[in-house]
């Protein structure tokens, strides 16, 4: 799965207090993804869902998504795209030997 | 996708909505004073529908802007308000709050908060009596719950204060009589309940002397005259003539059917939704069950975050609605809902099948939440 483009999110109201940022990805998420993101934060996962729901969240950092979808929201509490790539990678599996 | 969220704008619009909209790009543009096309005046028409719908029984108080967030500042620089105390609720959106926070002191401004069943008793209002202007929401975007307006103007004209209502929820959506509530001043945005487009804003003045005006330009009459500050004309620059004639399109689509049956047919809707959402689990609603009401239900889930919520409806069920603050900080703090909440908010034109998908949504979420792996 790889990281194919990270951009400002539209959705600025409902993101209060965060800095919402796009990720658009290679291949559907998997849950295999959203289940290596524990390391990161609490995630919380709504299995049962028509379309599964992660959020993984820490003190500086957000990231959400369903399963099976070609993006996922990355928040940061910064305006800082490059700090938004970085997450989204790990998200992703891009670099995943980061999380290692 | 469905709509759930027409507390922010009505969607979809009538057909007769719609196709005024079309007509007004395609005929030839006319408008009193600017051009030799003569024709029936929209403008003098949509003032008269909009008279006679909100109760108003001299067309000459209503005024058309072009949004209500315009009317509002308009409202507030053009009062006069200089150092004078001010009283407004914890309930109104920031389209009040915030020029009222951005151009006084915070010693000038009063708040009163609802009780709990989110109205402002006028009980309260005395408390306030130095005040000399009270601003007041005809009903919450967050909560729903409509105020006793002609009760509390009451008691605030018998404290010697101005009152400004801001009906943008309830115009539509709830019977509304202007002259009878006895509101000094009043605005409403068009594009929600009463099923117009953005652009448009009604307000009205009891008296034009109320309000000084704060924009000048072109009226298309009597332009030798330079200064227009004691003009009493609010309605300067060419109009958005399409925006005011989906206003009178969307009065009149209401009046055809009857208000009562569009007005209950909205509240049946609600209570259904607000019925339905009290017996889920991990479901808390934060407006009220009783009483009247207003389009807006807000409600929050115990393990997700509003925006969270929100984005599941979307993203998996293909159902639009409002999370977060929705421009009323105060109102949330008085909820205690740091994050804010979720609103739905069906229109007369949302489908039984339409609330039913949401109902579903719901349950599928309660259900997973009680499921969910952490």
Known sequence: MKVVSVSPSPDLCSEAGWYGFDVCIS?????????????????????????????LKSESLFIKGSVGSLSFRIGLPYNDSAQASSYARIAAGDCRTLLS | MIWLNNAATSFPKPQAVRDCVNACIDHLPCS????????????????????????????????????????????????????????????????????????????????VHPDESGRIPSSAIPSFAGAKFFFLN????????????????????RLGMACILDFSQTAGTFPVDLDDIEADVAFCACHKGLLGVPGCAVMYLRDSSLVKPSFFGGTGEHGDVLDMRNSGVFEVGTMNQAAVSALSCGISFI?????????????????HIKMELSCLSRIRLASPLEGPCTNAVSFVIDGISPSDAAFI???SYQIIVRSGLMCAPL??????LVEGAVRVS?????????????????????????????
């Open chain 1, 27 to 55: 291949e559907p998420m998997t849950e295999s993804a959203v289940l290596a993101l524990k390391s990161l934060g609490h995630l919380v996962y709504l299995a049962s869902l028509k379309k599964p729901f992660f959020v």
């Open chain 2, 32 to 111: 009193d004073g600017r051009s030799s096309l003569l024709a029936r005046d929209a403008l003098e028409d949509a003032r008269c529908i909009a008279a006679s719908f909100f109760g108003v029984r001299k067309a000459e108080r209503i005024h058309f802007l072009s949004g209500a967030t315009e009317a509002a500042n308009l409202i507030i620089s053009g009062l006069g308000i200089g150092k004078q105390a001010v009283l407004a609720t914890s309930l109104e959106h920031n389209c009040i709050l915030r020029p009222l926070f951005s151009r006084l002191e915070r010693s000038q401004i009063g708040i």
């Open chain 2, 138 to 157: 005809h009903s919450s975007n967050v909560t729903g719950a409509v105020q006793d307006a002609k009760g509390l103007f009451a008691e605030a004209h």
């Open chain 2, 255 to 271: 009046q055809e059917l009857g208000t009562e049956k569009v007005f209950g047919s909205v509240s049946s809707k609600v209570m």
């Open chain 2, 313 to 315: 409806l979307r993203d």
């Open chain 2, 331 to 336: 109102a949330m703090k008085d909820l205690g």
């Open chain 2, 346 to 374: 069906p229109s007369y034109l949302t489908s039984d099948s339409e609330i039913q998908s949401f109902i579903d949504a719901m349950k599928d979420i309660s259900r997973s939440i009680s499921r969910s792996i952490e």
